[in-house]
């Protein structure tokens, strides 16, 4: 689903469009904003950019960050929006009060499980980033690349694909990479902000999870249990243990409901384990929100985890 044609013309002949992404966003999701933001204003359109939740202080360095605003600071509403890296309307939450009726919705994204939900849609599975999709929209717009806008592509590459670690780094990932360090970005700083810096609390955090992590399935599955929000990596410990092929973290976000990040090396797809329960993203990264309580929301992952290795063995 690639329609470059009615997007290019639905942006070109409108004066105004609002940018929203997913709730709790990650580094692909503020790079998207703020990318889609650049291109936009390069094309003398006028840009508002927002999201239900505020923006992570690690990545509150990025350049143009201060002008996402919370959807109660908008007091208007917008015919033509563009989403960016939300698999599903559900994800953008809040922003859609900022709708107008019958509003014209462009969906950029790289989720395998996206629904296809705009009324263009832009959505490339192997994508490694929504990022990278709109690297190619700017050169498909003859927009050139500056400085803050490859700051914010790189950044968007750099953590989706964990610094060029993971499964989804491509050769065009890397060849994208090394246009946007030609154009400015300092790959140095933003992997030392993005992927190498972490806070004391983060160490609070890590040293309450650690002490909840259980191994499972012969040694197959591990998982831990985090109270705090801001806990961007701690999922990837427990998929890190030798011998694990699926990481989980589950994390209270009400009375009522349990989110559950998952992460897998090679064996398991958790986007179809995701899409289960209501949820979706990637093969290797994936989430959802499940209502009940701990215990209950637990149970019901790992069976489903059960089923998937074993429709893997049959």
């Given at each position: 689903m690639l329609d470059w044609t009615s997007a290019t013309q639905t942006l070109k002949n409108t004066s105004q469009i609002l940018v929203v992404s997913h709730v709790n966003p990650d580094g692909d999701a503020i790079g998207s904003t703020l990318a889609m933001g650049?291109?936009?204003?390069?094309?003398?359109?006028?840009?508002?950019?927002?999201?239900?939740?505020?923006?992570?202080?690690?990545?509150?360095?990025?350049?143009?960050?201060?002008?996402?605003?919370?959807p109660s600071q908008v007091k208007k509403r917008f015919s033509v929006i563009v989403t960016v890296d939300a698999a599903d309307i559900s994800r953008i939450g809040e922003c859609q009060q900022l709708f107008a009726d019958d509003p014209i919705i462009i969906n950029i994204d790289h989720h395998a499980t996206n629904d296809g939900f705009g009324t263009i849609n832009v959505v490339k599975a192997e994508a490694a980033a929504t990022v990278e999709i709109l690297y190619d929209w700017a050169e498909y717009l003859d927009i050139p690349i500056?400085?803050?806008?490859?700051?914010?592509?790189?950044?968007?590459?750099?953590?989706?694909?964990?610094?060029?670690?993971?499964?989804?780094?491509?050769?065009?990932?890397?060849?994208?990479?090394?246009?946007?360090?030609?154009?400015?970005a300092a790959s140095?700083?933003?992997?030392?902000?993005?992927?190498?810096?972490?806070?004391?609390?983060?160490?609070?955090?890590?040293?309450?999870?650690?002490?909840?992590?259980?191994i499972v399935f012969d040694g197959k599955v591990a998982y831990l249990t985090s109270e705090e929000e801001d806990n961007d990596g701690l999922v990837n410990l427990a998929r890190n243990i030798e011998g694990v092929d699926v990481g989980i973290l589950f994390r209270p976000m009400d009375e009522h409901h349990i989110k559950v990040s998952m992460r897998s090396r090679n064996i398991i797809d958790v986007s179809q384990v995701a899409l289960s329960l209501g949820g979706g993203g990637h093969a290797r990264a994936a989430g959802c929100t499940v209502k009940g309580t701990m215990n209950e929301v637990i149970h019901n992952v790992l069976e489903k985890m059960k089923e998937a290795f074993e429709g893997v063995n049959e």
């Open positions: 650049l291109i936009a204003k390069s094309l003398g359109i006028s840009v508002t950019l927002v999201n239900e939740s505020p923006v992570p202080e690690k990545l509150e360095f990025l350049p143009g960050t201060e002008l996402i605003q919370l500056s400085k803050q806008l490859a700051t914010v592509l790189y950044a968007g590459l750099l953590t989706d694909t964990g610094g060029f670690r993971y499964s989804n780094t491509s050769p065009n990932v890397l060849r994208i990479a090394a246009t946007l360090l030609e154009s400015g140095y700083e933003l992997a030392d902000r993005l992927l190498e810096s972490i806070s004391v609390r983060y160490l609070e955090q890590l040293k309450e999870a650690l002490g909840t992590m259980q």
